[in-house]
Nanobody, 118 residues
Framework: QVQLAESGGGLVQPGGSLRLSCSAS????????MGWYRQAPGKQRELVAT????????NYADSVKGRFTISRDSARHTAYLQMNSLKPEDTALYYC???????????WGQGTQVTVSS
């Protein structure tokens, strides 16, 4: 019903920046939230940031707060993740999430690789 297209991953040096984008298409209506999760090798998938619509309420993992900013273009159903001051420990596959309400359902992107290394 909903497809997610992610982009913006890549290789960046420590202290650098990247901007991830996630565009949702398909049966989009009503109340929903979008967010970013990540999974590093040997680690479980973890929440990075989420944003709701309406209201634009945001939530961040403690490890990224102050460095990452999530935003949303409601007209385009697109979520962005601006990542600044990147650290090697930010290296992971980053997954976009679309959480629909009424009824509740989750959709996931395929993941985009972020590698922070010199």
């Amino acid at each position: 019903q909903v497809q997610l297209a992610e982009s913006g991953g890549g290789l960046v040096q420590p202290g650098g920046s990247l901007r991830l984008s996630c565009s949702a298409s398909g049966n989009i209506f009503g109340i929903y939230a979008m967010g970013w999760y990540r999974q590093a090798p040997g680690k479980q998938r973890e929440l990075v940031a989420t944003i709701t619509t309406p209201g634009d309420t945001t939530n961040y993992a403690d490890s990224v707060k102050g460095r990452f900013t999530i935003s949303r273009d409601s007209a385009r159903h697109t979520a962005y993740l601006q990542m600044n001051s990147l650290k090697p420990e930010d290296t992971a596959l980053y997954y976009c999430n679309f959480h629909k309400y009424l009824p509740q359902y989750d959709y996931w992107g395929q993941g985009t690789q972020v590698t922070v290394s010199s």
